[in-house]
Structures are given as structure tokens and as C-alpha cells.
């Protein structure tokens, strides 16, 4: 096997000063030089260097292959690097990497945080929402950022998020001679920024009871929704019954406000939910962005069973409208170990799942909810609809 022709170089701000030898012969050996135009003159690599393209494409690199190359990335290259990028795009014997203090690390030893105690994430090309399952009382999350105004944009965000309270530490230039530290709370934010920065989050300041429930079952409120949306206390039985895992992938039939998928992607999972309404798909991508889950969910327009991927998921859920045929179409793509979940409001689709449930076994259960509400001077139950729920798991065949 031939040698590795491509060497990714974590690269920190004292440029080759603070390379190991290793890093340093396989820079001076590369025929040509990839990275974002600050990493190569920090490397002071010359006419070798080639900036990568603006939006970032390895179209340029993948076209040398067989030359000696080196890629310059920040510090660590696969946490929350471009090195994962880089190596997805190739086979393994093509690559080797060289890797230095990532940002993450060094943030983390200017703190004195445990890095295994810390959310890790990369928001220099993603949403701030994606904060919004982490941020709580007591919260420690250490985040890549943009460019040097996006510390601003991040405190006022928190801010409008309600928690401004919450202790933000600004490290700018880590590893450098340039480096600097500063801390100051979100909704007192008034530091002026350069670039390349990081942001730590302390969380000991907020509300007691801040910030999203770890578990299904969240309030309905958090929703944007019409009404079309699996109420609080049946999604929690319904996300129970779907039993998600990490990196497990859902169908959700009939998407309504697309709650199920959403507590599918917080819980770790990728979920597909189909919605034949365009108002209602737009309502679903709202619940997305605002819960800073995109690319966990992806959305059609359409019904099943036509409109499902061609792939197959491990969990499927059926909030409303199931017909035989659907079901029928379902079970011939469920896969060994696969779950599927139906609830029914109606009498005839509870019927559907009764005759279902003889058929194929699993689970039957009649859900009953009342809340209490006025009754003239008193109080009393009010009753909702009776929810049917069947669930089942596929079995190997015979």
C-alpha cells in the first residue's frame, strides 16, 4: 500500500512555531498547501499555498490526488474541524492526520473544565438554536464562533432566549501571542471582538427549572402549532413506545406540527416526516429551526406511502389517518427490530389497530385523559378524547 498522499495539519495560532516535528516535515514536504487564507500565512507557506474555495468545496483538493498535499486546519481536526470532511471524501490508506490543540482544548484549559463535562459545539456554520437543548441551569458549553461580531449576535440571542444571565467568557486567538480572555454576562455584552474566537457558556446564574426538559413530553406551548399537534402527555407514551437511540432513524406519517419528530431528534435520532399540507409543512420547518434541529429532520410534501424514501427507517410512527393499505404498505418495509407506533382518535381506525393488533400481536392500550377545570364554583374533569395505541416490534423472520 502506497503511502498516504494528503497530510491534515491541525495548525494553531503560533503558526509553525507550534507545530511538533512531525507536522513541520510533512508542511515543508508538501508540494501544495490547502487552507483559509489566515492559516497559510500563519504557516508562511508561500506560492504552494491554495486557499479553499468560498463556499467551502473539495472539488480543488480531491483533483491532486497522488501529489503531496497538506490541508491546514485548526487545531484539532475532527472536533469540530474540517478533518471529517476531508477523510469522508476519501479512503482511508489516502489520508493521515497530524493533529494539534484544538480550540476546544485550549478553552477548556484556560477555564480548568473538564471537557467531558462540557458541551462541545461548532456554531461558526450553524444556528445558534442549536444552544436550545443545553442551555439550563448549570450549564458549561464551549462554542466555535463565525467570525469576531458573532459573540454580540450570540448575547443578544441569549438574551432574547431569557437568559441573559448567563456568564459569557470571549477567548479570542487562542494559542497565540495575540490571545486574549474576557468574561462579562450576555445581557451586559459590550466587548468588541477579533476573530478567530471561541465563546464559554456558564450557566450557574440562570433560573431554577430554565430551559428544556431532558425527556419527551415537553409542553405543548413550546410548539408552534394549530392545534394539529400530539398533546403533551400522549407524545411522552408515544416517544416511550418508539423507544428512540442515538443516531436511529424515524418516519413520522402525518406530521401535523411535527412534535413527534422533533422529541425523536432531541433524544439523538434523524427522523423523515411526511405532510401532504403546505401549511402545515411550514409549521413543521418553524418547530425545526426553533429547536435548532436542521439537518436532524428532513421534511416532505406528500402522503405516504408514496411519498416515503427508499431506505428504511428503525421506527415509525402513525399519528392519524391509518388505513389498511397504508399499514399494510408500512409492514412490508419494516425491518427486523424496527418498531412501529399508531394511535387512532376514531372508532374506525380503532378498529383498524384492534384487528392489527390480534393479527400481529405487540401492544394495545386505551389512554384516558381528564384535566381539572371550573365547574361553577367547584372543579371537575374534563375529558379528552380517548386515545388507542398500538405498538409493535418487528420480528426476525422465521
Same mark, same amino acid.
Given at each position: #500500500?502506497?503511502?498516504?498522499?494528503?497530510?491534515?495539519?491541525?495548525?494553531?495560532?503560533?503558526?509553525?512555531?507550534?507545530?511538533?516535528?512531525?507536522?513541520?516535515?510533512?508542511?515543508?514536504? %508538501?508540494?501544495?498547501?490547502? $487552507?483559509? +487564507?489566515?492559516?497559510? &500565512?500563519?504557516?508562511?507557506?508561500?506560492?504552494? /499555498?491554495? =486557499?479553499?474555495?468560498? +463556499?467551502?468545496?473539495? %472539488?480543488?483538493?480531491?483533483?491532486?490526488?497522488?501529489?503531496?498535499?497538506? &490541508?491546514?486546519?485548526?487545531?484539532?481536526?475532527?472536533?469540530?474541524?474540517?478533518?471529517? *470532511?476531508?477523510?469522508? =471524501?476519501?479512503?482511508?490508506?489516502?489520508?493521515?492526520?497530524?493533529?494539534?490543540?484544538?480550540?476546544?482544548?485550549?478553552?477548556?484549559?484556560?477555564?480548568?473544565?473538564?471537557?467531558?463535562?462540557?458541551?462541545?459545539? !461548532?456554531?461558526?456554520?450553524?444556528?445558534?438554536? @442549536?444552544?436550545?437543548?443545553?442551555?439550563?441551569?448549570?450549564?458549561?458549553?464551549?462554542?466555535?464562533? @463565525?467570525?469576531?461580531?458573532?459573540?454580540?449576535?450570540?448575547?443578544?440571542?441569549?438574551?432574547?432566549?431569557?437568559?441573559?444571565?448567563?456568564?459569557?467568557?470571549?477567548?479570542?486567538?487562542? /494559542?497565540?501571542?495575540?490571545?486574549?480572555?474576557?468574561?462579562?454576562?450576555?445581557?451586559?455584552?459590550?466587548?468588541?471582538?477579533?476573530?478567530?474566537? &471561541?465563546?464559554?457558556?456558564?450557566?450557574?446564574?440562570?433560573?431554577?427549572?430554565?430551559?428544556?426538559?431532558?425527556?419527551? !413530553?415537553?409542553?405543548?406551548?413550546?410548539?408552534?402549532?394549530?392545534?394539529?399537534?400530539?398533546?403533551?402527555?400522549?407524545?411522552?407514551?408515544?416517544?416511550?413506545?418508539?423507544?428512540?437511540?442515538?443516531?436511529?432513524?424515524?418516519?413520522?406519517?402525518?406530521?401535523?406540527?411535527?412534535?413527534?419528530?422533533?422529541?425523536?431528534?432531541?433524544? /439523538?435520532?434523524?427522523?423523515?416526516?411526511?405532510?401532504?399540507?403546505?401549511?402545515?409543512?411550514?409549521?413543521?420547518?418553524?418547530?425545526?429551526?426553533?429547536?435548532?434541529?436542521?439537518?436532524?429532520?428532513?421534511?416532505?410534501?406528500?402522503?405516504?406511502?408514496?411519498?416515503? +424514501?427508499?431506505?428504511?427507517?428503525?421506527?415509525?410512527?402513525? !399519528? $392519524?389517518?391509518? *388505513?389498511?393499505?397504508?399499514?399494510?404498505?408500512?409492514?412490508?418495509?419494516? +425491518?427486523?427490530? &424496527?418498531?412501529?407506533?399508531?394511535?387512532?382518535?376514531?372508532?374506525?381506525?380503532?378498529?383498524?389497530?384492534?384487528?392489527?393488533?390480534?393479527?400481529?400481536?405487540?401492544?394495545?392500550?386505551?389512554?384516558?385523559?381528564?384535566?381539572?377545570?371550573?365547574?361553577?364554583? #367547584?372543579?371537575?374533569?374534563?375529558?379528552? @378524547?380517548?386515545?388507542?395505541?398500538?405498538?409493535?416490534?418487528?420480528?426476525?423472520?422465521?
Amino acid at each position: #500500500m502506497s503511502d498516504p498522499w494528503l497530510t491534515i495539519i491541525g495548525i494553531t495560532e503560533d503558526g509553525p512555531d507550534g507545530l511538533p516535528g512531525a507536522s513541520l516535515r510533512a508542511l515543508a514536504a %508538501a508540494e501544495i498547501v490547502f $487552507g483559509g +487564507p489566515r492559516h497559510l &500565512a500563519l504557516a508562511g507557506v508561500g506560492a504552494r /499555498g491554495r =486557499a479553499w474555495p468560498v +463556499p467551502f468545496d473539495l %472539488a480543488p483538493l480531491l483533483a491532486l490526488r497522488g501529489r503531496r498535499v497538506a &490541508a491546514l486546519v485548526s487545531g484539532d481536526p475532527f472536533w469540530c474541524g474540517a478533518g471529517g *470532511s476531508i477523510a469522508a =471524501a476519501l479512503e482511508h490508506h489516502e489520508w493521515h492526520a497530524l493533529p494539534a490543540p484544538g480550540v476546544l482544548s485550549l478553552a477548556a484549559a484556560r477555564l480548568g473544565w473538564r471537557l467531558e463535562e462540557v458541551v462541545t459545539l !461548532g456554531l461558526h456554520a450553524a444556528p445558534f438554536a @442549536r444552544l436550545r437543548p443545553h442551555l439550563a441551569r448549570g450549564c458549561r458549553i464551549i462554542a466555535t464562533l @463565525r467570525d469576531g461580531d458573532a459573540p454580540a449576535a450570540l448575547a443578544r440571542w441569549l438574551v432574547e432566549q431569557g437568559t441573559g444571565a448567563a456568564w459569557l467568557t470571549v477567548l479570542e486567538r487562542l /494559542g497565540g501571542p495575540s490571545e486574549r480572555v474576557r468574561i462579562t454576562q450576555a445581557d451586559g455584552f459590550a466587548l468588541t471582538c477579533a476573530a478567530p474566537v &471561541a465563546v464559554a457558556i456558564d450557566g450557574a446564574d440562570l433560573p431554577r427549572g430554565f430551559g428544556l426538559p431532558a425527556v419527551p !413530553g415537553r409542553a405543548d406551548a413550546l410548539f408552534t402549532h394549530d392545534g394539529q399537534i400530539t398533546k403533551s402527555p400522549i407524545r411522552a407514551l408515544t416517544l416511550a413506545a418508539l423507544a428512540p437511540r442515538a443516531g436511529e432513524v424515524l418516519w413520522d406519517i402525518g406530521g401535523g406540527s411535527g412534535s413527534v419528530a422533533v422529541e425523536w431528534a432531541l433524544a /439523538g435520532g434523524r427522523a423523515v416526516t411526511v405532510e401532504p399540507r403546505a401549511d402545515r409543512i411550514a409549521t413543521i420547518r418553524a418547530n425545526i429551526d426553533a429547536f435548532g434541529l436542521g439537518g436532524r429532520i428532513t421534511v416532505i410534501e406528500g402522503s405516504a406511502p408514496e411519498a416515503l +424514501p427508499s431506505d428504511t427507517p428503525d421506527a415509525i410512527f402513525v !399519528g $392519524g389517518g391509518a *388505513s389498511q393499505a397504508l399499514l399494510e404498505a408500512l409492514w412490508a418495509r419494516l +425491518p427486523p427490530g &424496527a418498531r412501529l407506533v399508531a394511535n387512532a382518535v376514531t372508532l374506525e381506525t380503532e378498529s383498524l389497530l384492534t384487528r392489527w393488533h390480534a393479527d400481529h400481536g405487540g401492544r394495545l392500550l386505551r389512554i384516558d385523559i381528564a384535566e381539572a377545570a371550573p365547574l361553577g364554583r #367547584m372543579r371537575g374533569w374534563t375529558p379528552a @378524547r380517548p386515545i388507542v395505541q398500538w405498538s409493535v416490534t418487528c420480528a426476525s423472520p422465521e
